[in-house]
């Protein structure tokens, strides 16, 4: 029970760092180097508490949804090593004795694509593992209606915020600097972040 409870609290801590290193506007480069800093250590301890999942990884059936919930794990870890490698090759404060570790264009031209994935992803990720949990709700029809509701026109918003934000330019690699920031307090960038996860969580919750 301790165990699940620390492992839920770090999920809780890690999806906080995220929609903070994608608040770059607000962070600044010190803030965001450290708070990646932060979070590559996170996902390290995340992994060692869930060491279990490499172990079974080649036993028992594969049903679709556990297919689907290990492919995404798996591009996860990839888009999170990716963006952690590039992060620190280009790091000014945090770690400078790393900078150059791959060269700087390199660097420059993945790390916001694989991060724009690291999001995307986690986003699925989060919508997989709550999808048992919305499946199970005891509420009533009426209840359950009411929900999907909101959460499609949240949903809904999200898609205006990612396309507002240009999140299919930097996804596809197109776009190698953040270009398209949506200003405000530091409250309005996280909401909007939170916005831009509900797409991804909604579609992989009930579809």
């Not at 005891?138 to 929900?147: N, T």
Request: one cysteine or more; charged letters at 10%; proline letters at 2%.
């Amino acid at each position: 029970m301790k165990k699940t409870i620390v492992k839920r609290t770090l999920d809780i801590i890690l999806t906080i760092l995220l929609l903070f290193l994608m608040a770059y506007q607000v962070t600044g480069d010190l803030w965001h180097e450290w708070l990646g800093i932060a979070m590559t250590v996170l996902v390290i301890v995340h992994h060692i508490l869930n060491r279990r999942w490499y172990t079974a990884l080649f036993k028992g059936k594969y049903t679709a949804y556990r297919t689907v919930i290990t492919v995404v794990d798996c591009l996860l870890l990839i888009s999170f090593a990716l963006a952690a490698l590039t992060g620190i090759s280009m790091s000014a404060y945090a770690v400078p004795f790393l900078n150059g570790l791959i060269p700087m264009m390199t660097a420059m031209k993945l790390h916001l694509g694989v991060s724009w994935w690291s999001f995307v992803l986690m986003s699925i990720h989060i919508g997989l593992h709550l999808k048992p949990v919305f499946a199970g709700l005891k509420v009533s029809e009426r209840a359950k209606l009411i929900i999907k509701i909101v959460l499609a026109v949240l949903g809904a918003i999200g898609i205006l915020m990612l396309s507002l934000e240009g999140a299919g330019n930097y996804l596809t690699f197109r776009t190698h600097f953040a270009t398209h920031f949506i200003e405000g307090p530091t409250i309005v960038i996280i909401l909007k972040n939170i916005l831009m996860m509900l797409p991804w969580m909604v579609t992989t919750i009930y579809f």
